[in-house]
């Protein structure tokens, strides 16, 4: 903001200062000058003992060159020059801060973050203006009262200190977003902190927290939660009712048991690592559709329950180090594409066949499936109960699985009894990847009231029928590697869809109908041919926090993409676009918005 509008309320003769002396280390006043007209000052990595009183001053103060030309052209006029909103001075040696701090009202982004801090002073409550302020990795034994005053706050990272409690009042940082507490020596969480309403992702990995309040089920806007390291026994029921929960870490705790999850329909990663877990069972899994991630390595689990194969999304497995003796052929059906099995007394599954990976060992289940279901023919007589192709039908799956399976088949068409043998069974999972499908079979309708995910890959469709389009309960559809270059738009009416695989078919335009289902949360096209997105439809996309465009025709990525902050994993390698670079691509979705917000035009 101008200083012409807006008077200091704390020193009213401030813009008519004599030049003040500095004391302690000086700053260049190339970069004063360059602060004042772009508001952002940064000094980390300075070795500074001190904050120079200049910079406390930049705001009311004459500068320096003021006293030395009163010529100025209308770029330089100092008293009409942009206040400081962003200060930097990380990485130092900064051992306390001075209340002049108050003399920065208009400070917007605070990082002190790396520095010998062992308090901060009771005059930060001034920064009202205050967004994003990080003291992480310093010496905090405790914080001001005063920051509970700071209701413009949206990220807050006191991560790596030496913190035993949190003030009264922290509830009254209502605009707070981001909150990192991790790696210090909390031993209790207040039950307040379920007032924190607009909270985002909460990270209290690292502390010494043996419970968790069940009030913490009130944040309803919580998608991340992070308890990893502490000594957690239990975790309460609640914690199974939050519904935007999209990622748990609950790792190297103490826990034996697990709470069920009716409400996380959208957790999509659930890390239980070195716990002392011994049971895993249906009630645990059964709500879990969305699930990408799923970390039981060093447990003490004993079984793996059928209805694992119930997790369709599930791409990540991790079963290590646990006492298995057996694994379901059923997880032969799963689209994994990690599964670690190591330090498991298996029976069931050579070692040779471990060790060649996750595809081997899918492959070598699903084996079992089609020589069980041999076996099992032979045994049958021929009797009137007996279905005409029973070899073709999976009753196990059927009925145990809730799963109708004719996969690898390289079939053309889907025959009958299969869907005659579902009609007193409930369906929620379809597999008719790899056969060779030239259309969507007409009786899928038959079972749109259940259901919720369906596997058409590997097939040769080159359209979608409006059969599909009618099963409204759909979550997850996966169309990869067929020759489709369109969808109908009859699909918008999927008004569940979370989850859709399009990757390796003919796709010119990244198709239309996607953006107005607002359900969508990944969105998997790569390897087609798409040439652009709509920057400004993708951001009415709320849900949306998966992209994969790898391997497109993407000349340019219009900057405006970067205001997709919704998004948390944007794939963009292997297009001919040459910015932005492949350095920043590395950096990962987080830098990479950053870049294309930075490019918007003003």
Known sequence: MSRQLRAPRFDPRAGFHAEVKDRGPSVPQGLLKAARSSGQLNLAGRNLGEVPQCVWRINVDIPEEANQNLSFSSTERWWDQTDLTKLIISSNKLQSL????????????????????????????????????????????????????????????????????????????????????????????????????????????????????????????????????????????????????????????????????????????????????????????????????????????????????????????????????????????????????????????????????????????RSKIKDDRTNQNDSVPETAMTLPSEARVNIHAIATLKLLDYSDKQATLIPDDLFDATKTTLITSINFSKNQLCEIPQRIVELKEMVLDINLSFNKLSFISHELCLLQKLTFLDLRNNFLSSLPEEMSSLTKLQTINLSFNRFKVFPEVLYRISTLEAVLISNNQVGSVDPQKMKLMENLNTLDLQNNDLLQIPPELGNCVQLRTLLLDGNPFRVPRAAILMKGTAAVLEYLRDRIPA
């Open 98 to 365: 001075s209340d002049d701090l108050r003399l920065l009202p208009a400070l917007t982004v605070l990082d002190i973050h790396d520095n010998q801090l062992t308090s901060l002073p009771s005059a930060i409550r001034e920064l009202d203006n205050l967004q994003k302020l990080n003291v992480s990795h310093n010496k905090l034994k405790m914080l001001p009262e005063e920051i509970t005053s700071l209701k413009s706050l949206r990220t807050l990272h006191l991560q790596h200190n030496e913190l035993t409690c949190i003030p009264e009042g922290f509830e009254h940082l209502s605009s707070l977003e981001d909150l990192d507490l991790s790696s210090n020596r909390l031993a209790t969480v207040p039950a307040d902190f379920a007032l924190l309403s607009s909270l985002l992702r909460l990270n209290l990995s690292s502390n010494q927290l043996k419970n968790l309040p069940a009030e913490i089920s009130r944040m309803k806007r919580l998608k991340h939660l992070d308890c990893d390291a502490n000594l957690l026994e239990t975790v309460p029921p609640d914690v199974g009712s939050m519904e935007s929960l999209e990622l748990l870490y609950l790792r190297r705790n103490k826990l034996r048991v697990l709470p069920e999850f009716p409400s996380c329909r959208q957790l999509k990663e659930l890390h239980l690592a070195e716990n002392q877990i011994e049971k895993l069972g249906a009630e645990h899994l059964q709500h879990l559709q969305a699930i990408l991630v799923l970390d039981l390595r060093g447990n003490k689990l004993q079984s793996v329950p059928e209805e694992m194969a119930l997790l369709q999304s599930l791409e990540r497995l991790d079963l290590s180090n646990n006492d298995i003796s057996s694994l379901p052929c059923s997880l032969g059906n799963l689209h994994l594409k990690f599964l670690a099995l190591e330090g498991n007394p298996l029976r069931t599954i050579r070692r040779e066949i471990i060790a060649k990976g996750t595809q081997e060992v899918l492959k070598y289940l």
